[in-house]
């Protein structure tokens, strides 16, 4: 299991990733992708929430945090949810 410390040092590495990893310019690729609406993170957080939970609520809060919640969801997932 992780600790406090380390699970806090996953998150601010991610978000750093993030953070950094802007471009200045806009390409065309970067265009299609924001103009596009729900991302890839976005639909499978959505459906992992949804069949864990049955709820509109929580699969709707974890569509907004998409890629985090799906890292989230394979760490700590079930036996029973692994196929």
Do not use: D
């Not at 989230?72 to 949810?81: A, C, D, H, L």
């Amino acid at each position: 299991m992780m600790t406090k410390a380390k699970f806090y040092f996953f998150l601010f590495f991610i978000f750093s990733i993030q953070a950094f990893s802007q471009e200045t310019e806009t390409t065309p690729i970067i265009q299609t992708v924001i103009s596009s609406g729900f991302g890839l993170g976005t639909v499978l957080a959505v459906v992992t929430s949804w069949e864990r939970n049955k709820s509109v609520l929580l699969a709707f809060l974890h569509g907004i945090f998409s890629w985090l919640y799906v890292i989230y969801f394979v760490i700590t997932r079930k036996k029973s949810e692994r196929k």
